[in-house]
């Protein structure tokens, strides 16, 4: 079935140092729409990204995201974290409904 | 930017008793979805919602689950009875379209069944 996997739940990264969360998936359909949701806390979940096209990167926030279908990817990265970056990210895509992973805790520190 | 709103935002219901989870969705979406998350777990689809109609739920949403979005008005996650399992962050959701959209989401209303 369909499904996100999120490799890393709890990610720490250092002020100002690049950061990486990683997403594969496994889907049937062809042509599918891929997310990037933050969540802070006690927060709605929010789109911070957004793709459905093959190798073609995608920025956001100082976020971004390439979708590989050779590798069933769609990592997200940024170069220097802020502190304002701790958060619950999840990546997920839509097949009529959203499909979430299991969630990355990103914990930024000085 | 353009909003859903969930009343309540917190609800503590005795076990066995009848809860009715509010949202008001984006006035021009015609999609709706209700998500389960459970402290510390992952988001859980239950229900999306067109024209009226379910038109896919997930295991998750029992038999004691029911939604509905009567003409003009909330669309509501109805729970009755509600079990201690029930406990959870529900969230609504609301899409102009079906595939490809994204969703905008409510804050969520925290139940708590003791």
């Known amino acids: 079935g369909d499904s996100v996997t999120q490799t890393e739940g709890l990610v720490t990264v250092t002020e100002g140092l690049p950061v990486k969360l990683n997403c594969t998936y496994q889907t049937t359909y062809l042509t599918i729409a891929f997310f990037w949701y933050v969540q802070y806390l006690n927060e709605a979940p929010q789109v911070l990204l957004k793709?459905?096209?093959?190798?073609k990167r995608t920025e956001h926030q100082g976020f971004h995201a390439t979708l590989h279908k050779s590798s069933s990817s769609f990592h997200l990265q940024k170069s220097s974290a802020q502190l304002s970056d701790s958060a619950l990210y999840y990546c997920?895509?839509?097949?009529?409904?959203?499909?979430f992973g299991d969630g990355t805790v990103l914990t930024v520190k000085p | 930017g353009p909003k859903v709103l969930q009343i309540p935002s917190h609800q503590i219901i005795d076990m066995g008793q009848m809860v009715t989870l509010n949202c008001d969705p984006v006035s021009n979406h015609l999609y709706f979805y209700w998500y389960k998350q459970i402290l510390g777990q992952q988001m859980e689809f239950l229900v999306n919602?067109?024209?009226?109609?379910?038109?896919?739920k997930s295991k998750l949403f029992k038999d004691q689950f029911s939604v509905e979005r009567p003409d003009g008005s909330y669309f509501t996650l109805k729970i009755q009875p509600t079990a201690l399992e029930d406990s959870a962050v529900y969230f609504c959701?609301?899409?102009?379209?079906?595939?490809?959209?994204?969703?905008?989401f409510g804050s969520g209303t925290r139940l708590l069944v003791i």
């Open positions: 919602f067109y024209n009226g109609k379910v038109m896919e």
């Open positions: 997920a895509f839509n097949t009529g409904k959203l499909t």
């Open positions: 959701a609301s899409s102009s379209t079906g595939a490809n959209s994204d969703y905008t």
């Open positions: 793709s459905s096209t093959d190798n």
